[in-house]
């Protein structure tokens, strides 16, 4: 479907990443909602074999289907590190397009925090029926306790436990021994709040193929999905500072207005969501002033307070026939 400039939609979904289509696949349960995906990178991830394919996702960092963000380069004293790359997604399905595959639903305590900033339907009780209802844990030989199908059931996006090669056993009855020797559990249920024990891991791959958020809006036909369009500005309404639609400017350099006649959901991401606030004149004040960009809000918290969690990479060499996963 062509998207024509000044055309409107109920739901504008500026980001068609990890959050954004779920967002519309949800949205899209009521047959009458028009909603408009917006995605800076490609729109045919479901289809895309270098993005499906998990051996491969070592070899897309960088590619046209990255951001190719670089962490900034921090000298200490007693700290030194190099440039290093920061994956993000540039496709549909976001990060979920290129990340490494790990599903786990994180801390009953991390989300309980939710709750000290006026969140409280975002803590663990409220928020962990969602979290599975977007995928479906599969088990198809039977190796976990039958426990773990409430992880998922009836989600667009399929999740397994990584094939347990057998050339990896003794490294993993060694771990597993080491493991138990330090008091610690082993636990298959790291899926009801507490993030403790040694499991198997549980990965976004299911039958050798990469899942990811874009299959939660494939073959909908409410949902338009507009690939290769970056967002200028959101258009926001300066009587009762609404955001009404969104300026995007196109693969070929046109700009197209668009609107929604029930909300702008922004769903960027990390980096781009802040990104096009300030763009709008929704930052730090000081910061919107070094660009010459016209102030609306003062939020001294935009693009600030960016946390990460910490990576440790190991290096296997396996033989030719196997991939990850």
Do not use: C
């Given at each position: 479907m ?7 939609f ?12 779920i967002v519309a ?5 009521n047959?009458?909602?028009r909603?408009l ?5 490609i729109?045919?991830s479901?289809?895309?074999e270098?993005i499906?394919?998990p051996g ?7 590619s ?6 670089k ?5 200490r004293?007693?700290y ?6 920061n994956?993000?997604g ?5 990060s ?7 599903w786990v639903?994180?801390?009953?305590g ?9 969140g409280k339907?975002?803590?663990w ?6 979290l ?5 844990y ?6 976990y ?6 992880i998922?059931a009836g989600?667009?996006?399929p ?13 993993r009855d060694?771990l ?5 020797s330090?008091?610690?559990p082993?636990s298959e249920?790291?899926?009801d709040?507490?993030m403790r024990?040694l499991?198997?891991?549980?990965n976004?791959?299911y ?8 299959l939660?809006v ?10 290769e369009v ?8 300066q009587?009762d500072?609404?955001?009404k ?5 196109t ?5 197209l ?24 004149g ?7 002033a ?13 693009g ?5 969690h910490?990576?440790v990479p190991?290096?296997?060499k396996?033989?030719?026939s196997y991939?990850?996963g």
């Amino acid at each position: 479907m062509a998207v024509k400039n000044g055309a409107y939609f109920d739901f504008i979904i500026v980001g068609g990443g990890t959050a954004g289509n779920i967002v519309a696949a949800r949205l899209a349960e009521n047959p009458n909602a028009r909603i408009l995906v917006v995605e800076a990178g490609i729109g045919t991830s479901k289809d895309n074999e270098e993005i499906r394919t998990p051996g491969l996702a070592m070899d897309i960092r960088g590619s046209k289907y990255d951001w190719a963000y670089k962490t900034t380069m921090i000298k200490r004293d007693d700290y030194e590190r190099i440039e290093k790359p920061n994956t993000r997604g540039k496709a549909l399905g976001g990060s979920s397009s290129l990340n490494y595959f790990s599903w786990v639903p994180g801390s009953k305590g991390t989300f309980d925090m939710w709750e000290e900033y006026g969140g409280k339907e975002w803590t663990w009780e409220p928020l962990v029926p969602y979290l599975r209802k977007s995928v479906t844990y599969h088990d198809d030989a039977g190796l976990y306790p039958p426990e773990l199908k409430k992880i998922g059931a009836g989600g667009p996006i399929p999740i397994a436990h990584a094939e347990l090669m057998p050339e990896m056993k003794p490294f993993r009855d060694l771990l597993t021994k080491a493991w138990k020797s330090t008091g610690e559990p082993v636990s298959e249920n790291i899926f009801d709040g507490t993030m403790r024990g040694l499991v198997h891991s549980v990965n976004t791959i299911y039958k050798g193929r990469r899942s990811g958020s874009f299959l939660a809006v494939a073959d909908k036909p409410n949902i338009t999905i507009f690939p290769e369009v970056h967002s200028k500005r959101l258009i926001i309404d300066q009587a009762d500072r609404t955001a009404k639609g969104v300026t995007f400017i196109t693969a070929s350099g046109d700009e197209l207005d668009l609107y929604a006649t029930r909300e702008v959901i922004v769903s960027q991401g990390v980096f781009e969501t802040p990104k096009l606030l300030m763009l709008s004149g929704i930052g730090p004040k000081a910061e919107l002033a070094k660009h010459n960009i016209p102030l609306l809000v003062d939020s001294p918290h935009v693009g600030q307070h960016l946390l990460d969690h910490p990576g440790v990479p190991f290096v296997l060499k396996i033989k030719d026939s196997y991939s990850m996963g």
